[in-house]
């Protein structure tokens, strides 16, 4: 079951080879998606499609991104070893995995109980360390704060306020803005106390985020 082939490797570096070709230029970014078994994240009706890089559904409703999605959001993040990571919906573990690779102390919040308890499971097997949490993801987690980074993994439809209070001075949150349909790619920079500069990056389509837990 957690077979990682000679196979998957060559799969994920032509993975790696399509999503450079896309536009991704941190090497550290598309070094950590080579590193991530990403079959290992994937229902079992689609592993042998894992390295399309495309999304697939997994339980409670909800996907395991696009690797190339995956890659533009945490190139936005401009992530530095070290820095401290809150992720809003753990999903799959797939993006959690990527974070972790790249050197970051990740803490990552799911509201959905089935995919809390799976992905802490298999990252846990894989050796990934990391901080899990159950959650609404609204609220972020404040005991921890703040936070160099924070990634939204699903379409909200505001800026969490209580986010972005949790953000550092010098801090970035990356997160996909709008309502159902598609949601546009936004990086917000916090440059101290109530001064954010917004930029926009193009148009992506998340799963929603809700708030509460279930």
């Known amino acids: 079951m957690m077979e990682d082939s000679f196979q998957h490797k060559g799969l994920r570096k032509k993975l ?18 080579h590193k991530v078994p990403r079959h290992l994240f994937m229902d079992s009706g689609f592993i ?6 495309q999304a697939f559904p997994i339980r409670a409703g909800q996907t395991i991104s696009q690797p190339y999605t995956v890659a533009f959001q945490t190139q936005l993040l401009d ?22 690779e790249m050197g970051a102390a990740v803490y990552t919040l799911e509201r959905q109980k089935e995919l809390y308890l799976m992905a802490q499971s298999l990252l846990g097997s894989l050796n990934y360390r990391l ?21 939204i993994t699903a379409a ?16 970035r949150l990356v997160l996909p803005l709008g309502g159902s349909g598609s949601q ?4 917000i920079e916090k440059k101290g106390e109530g001064d954010f500069v917004r930029s926009d990056h193009g148009l992506f389509v998340f799963v929603p985020m809700l708030g509460g837990k279930e």
């Open 16 to 33: 790696v080879d399509e999503i450079r070709r896309k536009g991704i230029t941190d090497e550290k970014v598309l070094e950590a998606i």
């Open 48 to 53: 042998k499609f894992a390295y399309r890089d």
């Open 79 to 100: 992530l530095h070893p070290r820095h401290k990571v809150l992720e809003v919906g753990t999903g799959s573990g797939y993006q959690a995995a990527v974070l972790v």
């Open 131 to 151: 901080h899990f949490f159950y959650g609404d993801g609204y609220q972020g987690l404040p005991t921890y704060g703040p936070f160099d980074r924070i990634l």
């Open 156 to 171: 909200a439809p505001e800026i969490p306020e209580k986010l972005l209070e949790q953000l550092k001075p010098g801090g």
């Open 184 to 187: 546009v790619m936004t990086l």
